[in-house]
């Protein structure tokens, strides 16, 4: 999802919303009479900002919720407004537009997604008034995204373009290339001489990109101190080997120490079957000696001594 109104508002990437700004109100600034198509229209700012003058906008874009997100912006506007915008969720190049024709068409961010812009391209020439206008921006040179498809420069958009729209201007906007056009009478098979003014602004602004860029490789460098890295490194290294040799000497001493403790377990069950085999020949003794008295006992009570005593005393031949 795109959140090119967030952006425009300052609510994301504040960095960016100057440029943002710069790029929404050049193209609304190019929007002619009355009915205006606005391809990939994403959050709606730029619809939004026309509507308010007095365009009717139709606004599509393939996301569902990107055109969700519009909506509950066109809800904020005035009733005046809102009559006169109009988000859809819809594929381009599918969507059947009938006898519809408009006088302007905006397809701002667009081309750069797609394997074959030229198909969109040639289905604005012939949803174009003839004398209609084409607003067109793309990405200037590489501009890293997952989606993007192509990477654009002066001549290949132009080349893209020039079957089908007479280009009446072409501008440089910060990251962007802009184009306005009109459609052509007939499709040429010749593309046209590229006007020098075009090349010129090209070249300035390619000057000015890569002077920033420069300056900023030449910053980075300056802020990175090699010599501390390399110090940083080396000590960063021997703290991770250090370290190494400690988990190494610690993992020696939980091996012996789980050595020991087996030997201690050993030991400890060894004495548990000891004492258990001394509880059961203690249990054998008492039980014998309960066996004796409870004998002795029996013999005394049935009268048993006298006869005992007899014996022991005629064996000692004491009585006859």
Sequence with gaps: MDFIN??????LYPS???KARERIHWICQRVKMTDVLDVGCSQGITDILIAREGFHVYGVDISKETIASANTYRDA???EVQARLKFEAADFYQQDFGDQKFDTIIMSEVLEHLVQPERFIEKSQRLLKDDGVFVITVPFGIMDHPDHKGTFYLLNIMELLEPYFDIVEASIIHEWLAFTAVKSKVKKSIPTQVDRNYVRDLEKN???RERSLLDTIEKLKNNLDLKKFET????LKNKIWKRDNSIFALTETVDQLRADLSQANMAILKLKAEAIMSDVEYMKDINHSRNVFEKTIQIYKTGGVKRIIYKILKKLKLRK
């Design 232 to 235: 940083e490194t080396k000590d």
């Design 206 to 208: 390619m000057q000015i």
């Design 77 to 79: 506007e005035s009733p």
């Design 6 to 11: 967030d952006v425009y508002f300052g609510k």
């Design 16 to 18: 960016s919303t100057a």
